[in-house]
T-cell receptor
């Protein structure tokens, strides 16, 4: 079974440029998460989708970040314009909600963003 | 404020020893608990899940949960150099929200 797929793996952009990240979750997983991880820190939630609905986006900086999950499968996270402080690893994760006590969450390989 | 606390380390153990990693959490409604291993430059990899009090063993790994004390731990027996990584503790709440600690860095010395 394929895991969570993310692209690109690495991205280097100039500040004020736009950037987009793509994620395809594990087949059948209805919950999708976007996290930001800085060096030496744990993942911090940006947005969580249950199917196509964004149920938690309280930590998403909405002035420059946007996300969508059309048809409740793959998702795109966009930053426009990027700032120097956005340099980090952006992680996508997915889980299946329902029928399991654990609702285990699995991560994709991440996108390492560098803003110059 | 929901918090997951871990000792950041670094924790160093000799090869073959038992490594003990600890985690405390603040929210009593937490449902499930997870340990992830993260190698440098890689994404977190799920290694253990536990939701009921007591011990759960999987190979060289044992997760221990004490909900009354709001404490979860991970024991790694017969530690190997390949176990050197950062270990993240995560907690899931009823709303399917996950909270992560900052991780404990483990080094296994050959």
């Amino acid at each position: 079974e394929a895991g969570v797929v993310q692209s690109p793996r690495y991205k280097i952009i100039e500040k004020k440029q736009p950037v987009a990240f793509w994620c395809n979750p594990i087949s059948g997983h209805n919950t999708l998460y976007w996290y930001l991880q800085n060096l030496g820190q744990g993942p911090e939630l940006l947005i969580r989708y249950e199917n196509e609905e964004a149920v938690d986006d309280s930590q998403l900086p909405k002035d420059r970040f946007s996300a969508e999950r059309l048809k409740g499968v793959d998702s795109t996270l966009k930053i426009q314009p990027a700032e120097l402080g956005d340099s980090a690893v952006y992680l996508c994760a997915s889980s299946f909600r329902g029928g399991s006590t654990y609702n285990e969450q699995f991560f994709g390989p991440g996108t390492r963003l560098t803003v110059l | 404020q929901k918090e997951v606390e871990q000792n950041s380390g670094p924790l160093s153990v000799p090869e073959g020893a038992i490594a003990s990693l600890n985690c405390t959490y603040s929210d009593r409604v937490s449902q499930s608990f997870f340990w992830y291993r993260q190698y440098s430059g890689k994404s977190p990899e799920l290694i253990m899940s536990i939701y009921s009090n007591g011990d759960k063993e999987d190979g060289r790994f044992t997760a221990q949960l004490n909900k009354a004390s709001q404490y979860v731990s991970l024991l790694i027996r017969d530690s190997q150099p390949s176990d050197s990584a950062t270990y993240l503790c995560a907690v899931r709440e009823t709303g399917n929200q996950f909270y992560f600690g900052t991780g404990t860095s483990l080094t296994v010395i050959p």
